[in-house]
């Protein structure tokens, strides 16, 4: 165990330096006769920050300070798998036990998508969006990559065994994981209100993974983080992404998307097919 944590450990801040060192280097490495001002030597650490935030990229902003809250969720949550059953898991644990009396609620297996589903179509259905369709995708794509390399990286690394004792996988919580992406995207894409409710619904996912008795405390902790800093890596590459696949972010073309669930009575399983012209 303690060669996985540390294993695990290196893997954690391997991440949090790759979302880092790279636009750190980038704004220190742009060239500031690409300015149409010619500063002070006085002035140069201000024009630093102002390429930082303006950049080459049109106008995407890394701060380091953005990996702050992220960051204390994984912190926190990798603390916990270090002991699984100290006191606050253990608590948390018999509380919720208490709480569902061996009841079940599976609606989070459907909740966790749609924070990211609504984030892909709110923006198609006439909600004021930060960016257009083919950029939302790109953003989504990126951001669930990195959700689904860091989450099932985790899992096969720490091997924590379950609360209800079903399998080794529970930590981190990939429902929570998926959730908090989805909601952070929201947030950043359509403001503080969308955002709200992405979170509350995001939230709702990480208390039932508790009350299924699915996760311990720190799975859901360490799910929320990998959900935050994904979402945030999915914005931070898409000035690269855009370079990389020639769009235009000033564009006016329309997108068209079409969604369609389908719930199956016999299997009792929703599914949702989503089509977009763009």
């Known amino acids: 165990m303690k060669l996985r944590l540390r294993t695990y450990t290196i893997f954690v801040a391997v991440t949090l330096l790759s979302s880092f060192i790279p636009f750190q280097a980038l704004c220190a490495g742009t ?11 006085s002035d140069i650490s201000s024009v630093n920050d102002t390429l930082c935030e303006k950049n080459a990229f049109n ?9 702050i809250v992220p960051g204390l969720f994984m ?4 603390i916990g798998a270090i002991d699984c059953n100290n006191t606050l898991n253990r608590s948390v644990n018999e509380a919720f036990n208490d709480l569902s009396d061996g009841h079940t609620c599976k609606i989070d297996d459907y909740l ?13 259905i006439g909600v004021k969006s930060k960016y257009n369709f083919k950029e939302r995708f790109l953003i989504s794509a990126t951001s669930h990559a990195a ?3 860091m989450g099932y990286g985790s899992k096969y690394i720490i091997k924590e065994q379950r609360p209800d004792l079903s399998n080794n996988h529970s930590f981190p919580s990939g ?3 998926l959730a908090f992406t989805g909601a952070e995207l929201m947030r950043q894409e359509y403001g503080t209100v969308y955002g709200i409710a992405g979170y509350a619904v995001a939230t709702s996912v990480a208390v039932l993974r508790l009350y299924n008795n699915k996760h311990w405390f720190n799975d859901v902790l360490m799910g929320a983080g990998i959900g935050i800093l994904s979402a945030r890596i999915g914005c931070w590459l898409l000035p690269f992404e855009r370079n990389l696949f020639g769009i235009n972010s000033k ?11 389908t719930y199956n009575v016999a299997e009792k399983a929703l599914s949702v097919s989503v089509i977009a012209v763009f």
Do not use: W
């Open 31 to 41: 060239a500031l006769d690409s300015l149409e001002i010619t500063p002070r030597e």
């Open 59 to 67: 106008g995407e902003i890394f701060n380091s300070k953005q990996l």
């Open 75 to 78: 912190v926190s949550g990798l």
């Open 112 to 124: 966790r998508f749609l924070p990211s589903v609504s984030h892909l179509v709110l923006g198609s």
């Open 147 to 149: 959700m689904l390399i």
């Open 175 to 177: 429902h929570v994981a």
């Open 251 to 261: 564009s006016s073309k329309s997108s068209t998307v079409a969604i369609t669930p």
